[in-house]
């Protein structure tokens, strides 16, 4: 019997938008360290070297080429296991991409290694036997001071962006070498701590030592704050001790000169989570009955949903499922919407849990998300409160999964691939490890109401406020009579809502305002011809925004100044047109200009804690006013406001999108659940020329559920969902002409055997970003029909069909399934 018969062999997954895996051979040392969901180091391609997932183990050498042997395996334990590859399987087949992509989704940065090119010098190379160019000789000059050079470093030396051609031409002429260099990108945080001479321990010894001391008293400082460190069982890392030693660094030195104190390195955690007293509660008589309902539910349902308007305290009901789930040794998982909310739901969770809580989003670092996955794979943290991402970490017990707010759109990703929606990803996710999912809104999804309404989730409703306080009353006030009879405060505050400000804050309450644009102005235009300055790179208007006192792009971040004049007839009257935050935050500030001030959107949470330092300051209300996007809808919690006012509703209500009164009402009945929450009846204003329209009707009685039946008759007669399920089939190309081609053979592709409505192909409403032109396919398959996988296989092989064209080089296709 051969020795390739006893060979071990791994197939392995790479963060490449690749599907396949890839077989290598796994060399005699290193057998008894592989398994499942661990890394290995191996050579792909010509050169470069990644690190890669172990998806399978087995004896069966690839047929067709000789397996590459690993260069080593770079994990003690595994980061995964079988249950997350079978979430990542699932995941490639639903979305239609890659397993790569998923990879790439899932995996925190610090733990995908790919190699670093590196050159260096060829000692055999005479400089006087070839003649160099000067970038060249540049080059050649660099590495004979340094023994190598990154292409970062080629690329400054020469100017140049683009130094392959530069690099393969010293190659074919001998002068380099091309080296490979797996790098990490997680390394764990290091201090240096401070521990007592063991000659000290003996206590005749420190004596002597305090004696000697006496009349050093900065030094007898140092050494103290050292003791009464170690006492108090804390770090005694150098900041530390100098803070209780009045920040004499210099006599800290003597000391360690002096082989008194003795330094050592140790790792700490980057994630210094805030104790705080841990707090019990009961729950009221609503709550109480929600949670004995969702318990029976669960009896017989795997999902439920929980329907409880703004501020029924639908949070202490999650809590006393999550206290059960833990009491049962498993790991909860606690999905948000948005970023903006994890800060001040975690304080609130943290009451109850402390340390085994831990929040997870985009906003942490590389070195901290690699640190709360291996906590989380530890199972040190039971308890993860996150944004959408937070699906991908490795639960080993996962016993819940909460999606509050499950209706929001953000909850979809876009770009990149995998375009997920993380509540229908939570939902399988929970399915493979086999527990309930509880999902909480006050405006459920069409979906999920439709799934409820049809018995198959469970269903319950909390229809009162916490303390019985009354839903707030909600007004609209007709923007376009206002502008008639000229009761305009400013342009884009009317009379009914300034009475309504000015009320409130006699009252010393706060007061939200929304306006869903950020910037200051969504375009400029030209008063003669009309003119607006659009994104060179996008089709679409460019924003003003006056905190930079320029115009941006909101797809590319292009940005220009403002003209002096228009392009086209080269008037110089220009006029900014349309309201964002920033100029709702200015005509306040006229206003009302002894009144405080702050506004949150995306451009003013751009720091790592930049959103939660806005809500925490109007929180200890350093604010009067907040003004801000949809951000301030998603079940933010404020004791103290009693008025909210929409500045203009109309924009959402006439959203080209067959969802488009749906969100519209949800965002409204959200903005408006955040006033009157704790003590008394809120008020909300709408603003709005359509004050008859029948959302905003229902908006003000408060009667969602009359909506969402009115939109399911329109649902189903025009093939949408809950009954069509949608898949956007996106081409994209440079030029204009190729896409519109690559959109029409695509669907001539499919039309003869995909068993579906198509419409299309179409360039959607911002037809081109990013210098690539946008053509669309909307597929519509009856969620009654079982042709769904049979048309995904369809329109898989059709898109691979159209990247062998070869006229279409530089072509951009995919499918998005179940679009936002």
Not at 790 to 795: A, C, D, G, V
């Amino acid at each position: 019997m051969s020795e390739d018969q006893f060979a071990v062999f791994i197939d392995v997954m790479l963060p490449l938008h690749l599907d396949a895996l890839f077989t290598y051979r796994v060399p005699r040392e290193w057998e008894a360290e592989i398994a499942i969901g661990k890394r290995v180091a191996i050579q792909f391609g010509a050169r470069k070297i990644y690190s890669a997932l172990i998806a399978k183990i087995h004896h069966s050498p690839p047929k067709g080429y000789e397996a590459k042997y690993i260069y080593s395996v770079l994990d003690e334990k595994p980061l995964l296991h079988p249950i997350h590859f079978q979430f990542w399987d699932w995941m490639s087949t639903y979305y239609l991409c890659s397993l790569g992509d998923v990879m790439q989704a899932a995996l925190p940065a610090g733990l995908k290694l790919e190699s670093a090119t590196r050159i260096e010098a060829n000692e055999t190379f005479d400089p006087n036997s070839v003649e160099l160019d000067q970038k060249e000789f540049l080059i050649w000059e660099a590495l004979e001071v340094q023994a190598e050079l990154t292409l970062a470093d080629v690329s400054e030396i020469v100017r140049l962006k683009n130094v392959f051609p530069l690099i393969k031409s010293m190659v074919n002429k001998g002068m380099i070498r091309i080296r490979e260099e797996l790098q990490g990108k997680y390394k764990p945080k290091i201090i240096v701590c401070f521990s007592l001479n063991p000659i000290y321990e003996e206590e005749k010894n420190l004596a002597a030592l305090f004696d000697s001391l006496e009349k050093k008293p900065k030094q007898l400082q140092i050494l103290m704050s050292y003791l009464h460190l170690k006492q108090q069982n804390e770090l005694t890392d150098r900041s530390a001790i100098l803070k209780f030693g009045g920040n004499a660094a210099s006599s800290l030195q003597t000391l360690i000169k002096n082989e008194v104190l003795m330094p050592y390195e140790m790792s700490i955690d980057r994630l210094q989570m805030e104790l705080l007293p841990k707090e019990s509660f009961s729950l009221n008589p609503n709550q109480e009955e929600a949670y004995l309902a969702l318990k029976n539910s669960f009896e017989e349902k795997e999902v439920a949903l929980l329907q409880g308007v703004t501020g029924s305290g639908k949070t202490h009901v999650y809590v006393k499922l999550i206290e059960e789930a833990l009491a049962n040794g498993k790991q909860v998982l606690y999905l948000l919407p948005e970023i903006a909310l994890t800060s001040q739901i975690i304080k609130r969770i943290n009451k109850y849990f402390g340390e085994h809580c831990v929040a997870y989003h985009s906003k942490f670092n590389d070195q901290e998300r690699v640190e709360i996955w291996n906590k989380v794979n530890d199972g040190q943290y039971r308890v993860v409160i996150g944004a959408r991402s937070s699906i991908f970490l490795p639960f080993q017990e996962l016993g819940l999964v909460i999606i509050d707010e499950e209706h929001e759109s953000s909850y979809k990703q876009q770009e990149p691939a995998p375009r997920y929606h993380a509540r229908d990803a939570a939902m399988m996710l929970a399915k493979i490890h086999g527990c309930k999912t509880l999902l909480g809104s006050a405006t459920p999804s069409m979906e999920v109401y439709h799934m409820a309404k049809t018995g198959k989730y469970g269903w319950v409703i909390m229809d009162k406020r916490y303390h019985d306080v009354a839903l707030p009353v909600i007004e609209t006030s007709d923007l376009g009579e206002e502008r008639r009879t000229k009761k305009m405060m400013k342009e884009d505050i009317g009379f009914a809502l300034h009475q309504a400000i000015e009320e409130t804050l006699q009252n010393n309450e706060q007061i939200i305002l929304f306006q869903n644009r950020r910037g200051y102005a969504p375009f400029l235009s030209c008063n003669k011809c009309e003119w607006v300055p659009k994104c060179k790179n996008c089709d679409i208007s460019l924003t003003y925004h006056k905190y930079i006192d320029s115009l941006k792009c909101h797809y590319c971040g292009f940005t220009t100044a403002i003209p002096n004049s228009c392009q086209k007839c080269g008037t110089p009257n220009m006029t900014l047109k349309g309201t964002g935050t920033e100029k709702v935050e200015d005509e306040l500030s006229e206003l009302y200009p002894k009144t405080r001030i702050a506004r949150l959107d995306l451009d003013a949470a751009k720091t790592k804690h930049g959103h939660e330092e806005i809500i925490r300051s109007f929180e200890n209300r350093q604010f009067d006013i907040l003004v801000g996007t949809q951000m301030l809808s998603k079940g933010l919690d404020f004791e103290h406001v009693n008025l909210v006012g929409i500045i203009n509703a109309d924009a959402l209500l006439q959203f080209p999108d067959f969802r488009a009164h749906e969100r519209a009402m949800q965002l409204l009945m959200q903005v408006s659940g955040r006033a009157g929450r704790k003590h008394k009846q809120g008020k909300v204003i709408v603003q709005t020329t359509l004050p008859n329209h029948y959302v905003l009707q229902l908006l003000k009685q408060h009667q969602y559920l009359p909506l969402l039946e009115k939109e399911l008759e329109d649902r189903e007669k025009f093939a949408y969902p809950p009954y069509f399920r949608l898949i956007k089939l996106i081409v994209k190309h440079r030029d204009y002409n190729l896409a519109e081609y690559a959109g029409t053979k695509l669907r001539n592709i499919l039309e003869p055997n995909l068993q579906a409505v198509m419409m299309g192909p179409a360039s959607p409403y911002v037809s081109k970003i990013r210098n690539f032109y946008i053509k669309e396919i909307l597929v519509k398959i009856n969620r009654q029909s079982n042709s769904l996988n049979t048309s995904k296989s369809q329109i898989k092989a059709a898109i691979k069909q159209l990247y062998e064209d070869k006229s279409l080089r530089g072509l951009i296709a995919y499918a998005d399934v179940d679009p936002g």
